[in-house]
């Protein structure tokens, strides 16, 4: 994902520098601040509970997601709609998901079905839980960062634990406006800038390395071959 961002900002700068200044300013004004401001809970609401529980389910083949629990959004964030039996927690993300600083933190109409395994369950997933609930109250983004910060400080957020990761398998994911679905993949998460260490983004690696300084992690990405039905994804792009 991070790859491919950086490939289409390329391509945006690449195609601004032949246009006249005026027209410049306006297109970068424009990719700069593509949702400037929250839009209203309904947009980012699936009116039907049982639409949502599949999608969440459809992060990962069925002999993991079938046993996790679900959650879905709510006007007051994210509850329980399924109990689990094997420790993962599935859960459609929206698009306060991303950093603060995403151009499409308020876009509502990312819907990123994802399932944590039972580490991330535990360490990760509280993070997101908690920026909804924030996001739910009106909270603004400067207000996001400093409590999520406080919350780490403090220790009033789990550490992360070692083994952390989660599926992102979806043939129904929309991941952003350039990508939409992406690819399926699966995502490792690390304490601190782990990128090195890990051969993340190098010549022939199939590591792609998003560090997320907000939320204190590197996130791992490798691409899979095939989404969560067993269908072949899109072929790499090399």
Partial sequence: MQKNRFELITLVLLVQVGLPATTRQAVAQAEKVPYPAMASVDEYLIADQKTEIALARSA??????????????????????????????????RSWGAATDASEFWNPKIRAPICFNPQAARTLAPIFLMKTRLVLEGKSKKDIVAVTASALDKKKLPALEPGAMCYMMSKQQYLNDQGASWHPHLMFFVTGDAAKSWGADLPGSPVIAAPDPEERVTIFMVWIGNWSDGSPAPAKEH
């Fill in 60 to 93: 990962a083949p069925a002999s993991i997601s079938d046993g996790a629990e679900v959650m879905i959004l709510g006007r007051k964030g994210f509850t329980t709609a399924v109990k689990g039996t094997n420790g993962f927690l599935c859960i459609v993300e």
